[in-house]
């Protein structure tokens, strides 16, 4: 990635478009034309960011770009018989915690393509905390992560990644203390959405 724009894509994003199983809002297109798209956005809507769960977190909501499906659907009667469990890690450091999905082979006709990306974005000096590494000064904001869906607002996080980042740094998270309400408003809206994992 070019180091000139002040948004640059984190690593640990690289998943969303390299991971043909990615569980959540698989992205399509190169990295290069995705972020050649996103810092003309952000630059139109005049490098406005929104508030995210901690002081080194942003959102950036733009409009759907690169034909990206929901990376989650709400839990129905229908969808219901279709969830599975497993162990999963992010990376190769996380210990595994335990991940609910459908796939998308079985609902794809309820995967419909979203109306916004939500950019989750991480400030360069978080991310050099969490990587012990340095980037380039010029770089002001990481997208961790991708986030498809029909509102152009933040959604709850998963409650077992409220958990992890509570963790700390060395267990994968972030080291932002565990929020009760924000726990119970992320349980509340997870009883009721699934995410869906790539297979098809």
Known sequence: ???????????FCYRQFDDPKYTGSKI????ESFMEALNKEYTEQNKV??????????????????DCRAGQIEITEETKPLIQTEYVARTMEELPVLSRFV?????G???????????????????????NKKYDPKIKWFVVSVKA??????TPMN?????????????????????????????????NHVIVRNDD
């Open 103 to 107: 796939l998308s082979s079985q609902v």
């Open 159 to 191: 409650p077992i990644t409220i958990m992890r980042n509570a963790l700390g740094i060395s267990e994968g998270g972030s080291g932002v203390q565990l929020n009760r309400e924000k726990y119970m408003e992320s349980v509340k809206y997870w009883k």
């Open 149 to 154: 869906q029909n509102v152009n607002f933040e």
């Open 1 to 11: 990635m070019s180091s000139f724009n002040e948004l640059e894509l984190s690593t």
């Open 109 to 131: 006709q309820l995967v419909q393509k979203a109306t916004f990306l939500d950019i989750i974005l991480y400030s360069r000096e978080q991310c050099e905390k969490e990587e």
């Open 28 to 31: 399509t297109i190169s990295k």
């Open 49 to 66: 960011l929104q508030d995210g769960y901690a002081p080194f977190c942003k959102h950036l909501f733009v409009k759907n770009f690169c």
